[in-house]
């Protein structure tokens, strides 16, 4: 079964609402998803999914340094090993713009990874129709292998 591995960090709770909301998107899509806090997650995680989400609350214009940490813990032993990796990425934000997206993205990019679909970018609390959008996104990992990876490029997220 294809599993997606959703990574995140989260200190007051807004990426894990989404990060969730991802996860039952996958499930009812029918693949496994499985759920890991960045601090937590490592190589075998990375290597072991088919698909990763990754998400980060934008901290100071960056991603998290908690999953920066991640990137840091992993990257020697699976830079050579993630080409084509299909990956989205996700969380939420305060008064600022994608930045902490964007940041992620470059490493994921500078690996080689392929990024599927644009990332869903909350304000704050995840609204119910940004929950819905990442229950959406997850139904779309799950059944990732029915489509073109590049025409799931969607309209930019800002
Ligand atoms: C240490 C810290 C730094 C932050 N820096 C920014 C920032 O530069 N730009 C921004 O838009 N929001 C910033 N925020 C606001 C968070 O991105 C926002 O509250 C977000 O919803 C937190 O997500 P979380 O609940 O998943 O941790 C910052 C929050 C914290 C705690």
């Given amino acids: 079964m294809r599993k997606v591995l959703i990574i995140y960090h989260s200190q007051s709770g807004n990426t894990e609402e989404m990060a969730k909301a991802i996860s039952e998107g996958v499930k009812s899509g029918g693949a496994t998803a499985v759920l890991k806090r960045a601090?937590?997650?490592?190589?075998?995680?990375?290597?072991?999914?088919?698909?990763?989400?990754?998400?980060?609350?934008?901290?100071?214009?960056?991603?998290?340094?908690m999953v920066k940490d991640f990137f840091d813990?992993?990257?020697?032993?699976?830079?050579?090993?993630?080409?084509?990796k299909p990956y989205v990425t996700f969380g939420s934000?305060?008064?600022?713009?994608?930045?902490?997206?964007?940041?992620?993205?470059?490493?994921?990019?500078?690996?080689?990874?392929?990024?599927?679909?644009?990332?869903?970018?909350?304000t704050r609390k995840p609204s119910n129709e940004d929950l819905a959008r990442c229950r959406e996104l997850g139904v779309k990992l799950a059944s990732l292998d029915k489509i073109s990876r590049l025409e799931g490029i969607e309209e930019p997220r800002l």
């Fill in 73 to 84: 813990r992993v990257w020697a032993d699976i830079r050579d090993k993630v080409g084509n």
């Fill in 39 to 65: 601090v937590d997650a490592g190589v075998e995680d990375l290597l072991g999914c088919d698909i990763i989400a990754i998400g980060t609350p934008n901290y100071f214009g960056y991603m998290a340094g």
């Fill in 93 to 122: 934000k305060g008064g600022g713009g994608a930045q902490a997206l964007d940041s992620v993205e470059r490493i994921c990019d500078g690996l080689g990874m392929v990024k599927v679909f644009n990332g869903v970018l909350a």
